[in-house]
DNA sequence: GTAGTATATGAGTGAATACGTATATACTTG
DNA sequence: CAAGTATATACGTATTCACTCATATACTAC
């Protein structure tokens, strides 16, 4: 139970999709900013530094990928994290990253 | 230490590929294919049913992402999987499928 | 040297998608 | 009803990338 599966190929599609999703530097950007708690669409804009329209289509792709969930409230509408493993997958690479990068350093702004 | 970092423009793009990667079910099949251990380039285009020109590229891919790392021998060379955090994250996104995949069923293949 | 096998790479093509600009929808207030 | 605000979407464009076919490299054996 513990130890990965042989997928079949309609399963190797849907993690792969799963995956995909999260290899967007804006859409991480969203997933960081969401890690304190839920947020608005304007607040998220602000947040990220992208354009209102952009965002929107990135929160699209998290909420039909169910890495995130809505709750409107009146003209606004509030964006969470509702999937537990997404802040552990990126706990995940950026542990590993670090470890290959405190190596070769300043990948991370210390000072810049 | 534990909890999930603020990471700047450069590391987000590190991480976004990184996922990237993982996004390609080609690749899926040849990490799985690898999880029994090394295996030739032969045996992976056998393996994954990938004509030997399109493994051989994937390969390279998942060689510059550290993800994977080869040994030659004679004629032949051996891939394996270098980064013990790769079965860790398929786990994660695996088991969190089979709980959103159980309630529609047959994604996965009980034989074989 | 030549022939044969295992792996890698160059060139071209089609599909997916991130982004910006403009516009549409949804809701609130007067 | 009209006006204003918050969010979503349509369309066009540029880029990325997976794939196939053909060829190149690397090594072994003769």
Known sequence: MARPLPLNDQ???IV????AVLAEPMRL????ALFDGEMNVTG???ATGGTQANISRHLQTLIAA???ARRKEGLQV???ISDPT????CELVCGSLEKSLT???GHFSPGR
């Open 11 to 13: 399963a190797l599609e």
């Open 16 to 19: 792969a999709r799963r995956f």
């Open 29 to 32: 950007r969203l997933i960081q």
């Open 44 to 46: 998220l804009v602000e």
């Open 66 to 68: 169910h890495v995130l």
């Open 78 to 80: 509030f964006y969470r």
């Open 86 to 89: 997404i802040p552990k997958l």
């Open 103 to 105: 190596r070769q350093a």
